[in-house]
């Protein structure tokens, strides 16, 4: 019998609290899952890629080890096609959290997009209501704009917040240059 494996793609730049809700909730429903972490040469990013696979590889083992009886998760990194990666995983299925309606018809049409394109099936899973308007975008541009990261602990992990306040003590940083409030403009 084929092995269920969910593929949970993105940047998670940075995870939050909401992509660890969505793992948990995904580990009763496929026998694997892997967290495959993107590499977008077009996308500015807050933590460089290695950074970014080592924290989710620490978030997830811990979370992993809070219930064994659940199904493992790994954390891969990749570049290229999400689809590419998912199959060269032995991926059965595509996992995608959704937040609110916004992400709904976002994730349907590229839902819809890859299963024509590669065959590849999407599930969606609903966050947890404290998570509806978590973004990683969002969180980027609180930081860099000096806001108190401390203040989304509810949001974010808190290896996530110690990482995220040794880039806003760095002046040379990379998170300065996120600093744009759509409100100035």
């Known amino acids: 019998m084929r092995e269920h494996i969910a593929i949970y793609a993105g940047s998670f730049d940075p995870i939050t609290s909401g992509h660890l809700d969505v793992i948990t909730r995904a580990r009763g429903m496929f026998d694997r899952i892997i967290v495959g972490i993107g590499h977008n040469p077009d996308k500015k990013s807050l933590f460089p890629f290695d950074e970014r696979v080592e924290i989710a590889t620490t978030l997830i083992d811990a979370l992993v080890s809070e219930n064994t009886d659940l199904a493992p998760v790994s954390v891969e990194q990749y570049?290229?096609?999400?689809?590419?990666?998912?199959?060269?995983?032995?991926?059965?299925?595509?996992?995608?959290?959704?937040?609110?309606?916004?992400?709904?018809?976002?994730?349907?049409?590229?839902?819809?997009?890859?299963?024509?394109?590669?065959?590849?099936?999407?599930?969606?899973?609903?966050?947890?209501?404290?998570?509806?308007?978590?973004?990683?975008?969002?969180?980027?541009?609180?930081?860099?704009l000096g806001g108190d990261v401390e203040r989304l602990e509810s949001i974010i992990p808190s290896l996530v917040i110690e990482r995220i306040k040794k880039l806003q003590d760095d002046p040379a940083s990379l998170l300065h240059s996120f600093g744009k409030d759509a409100h100035m403009e």
């Open 79 to 144: 570049s290229g096609l999400t689809v590419d990666f998912a199959k060269q995983s032995g991926g059965s299925a595509l996992l995608r959290g959704i937040r609110n309606v916004t992400d709904l018809a976002m994730e349907t049409q590229l839902a819809i997009t890859n299963r024509q394109v590669a065959n590849m099936e999407t599930v969606f899973i609903i966050t947890g209501e404290a998570y509806a308007f978590t973004s990683s975008s969002l969180i980027r541009q609180i930081a860099a």
